[in-house]
């Protein structure tokens, strides 16, 4: 069998790909947000399961309302313009407050997985690999750093 390797091409469109950055930039920084703000650690996966089904919850409220503002938004389909204004800024507002519960949601998973994962562990894995070794972690020398720059 020969070597190959498998590629795959991102076709979306650029702006596409710079909203998902973007949306990940903002979870990213809702996670370090979360590990600041709740200092209270979870000490297990059933505290854990019980946050995050909570934050589930309130997603599934948030979407419900996004739901309910189609089903309004379709009712007004006969009428003028303005009530399409209305509609749309309702939907808009629901999906604003449904991404607010999701990225929330994300930040609390990813508290509860780092929290269980120190608490598991009370080393990683490499250094764990490294103490079977023998070995420890060297600090980087600063001349090695000054003569990379200077080339």
């Known amino acids: 069998m ?7 091409f991102d076709v979306r469109l650029e702006s596409d790909r ?12 809702a996670c370090k947000q ?3 703000e709740i200092l209270k650690k979870i000490e ?6 019980g946050v995050l089904a909570e934050a589930y919850a309130k997603l599934q409220a948030s979407m419900k309302k996004v739901g309910e503002g189609f089903k309004h938004y379709a009712l007004i389909l006969p009428t003028d313009d303005q009530s399409a204004v209305e509609a749309s800024n309702s939907i808009y ?5 449904a991404t607010y519960d999701a990225v929330k949601l994300a930040a609390m ?4 997985m780092t929290d269980l994962y120190r608490n598991g562990y009370e ?5 764990d690999y490294l103490e079977e070794q023998g070995e420890e972690f060297e600090e980087a020398e600063e001349a ?4 990379v720059e200077e080339e």
């Open 44 to 49: 297990n996966r059933h505290e854990g399961y």
């Open 2 to 8: 020969a070597d190959y390797e498998q590629l795959e």
């Open 144 to 147: 090695a750093i000054e003569e």
């Open 93 to 97: 507002n629901a999906v604003n407050d």
């Open 34 to 36: 979360i590990q600041q």
């Open 123 to 127: 080393s990683t894995p490499i250094e």
């Open 109 to 112: 998973a990813n508290k509860i």
């Open 18 to 29: 710079e909203l998902q950055e973007n949306v990940g930039l903002a979870v990213s920084f």
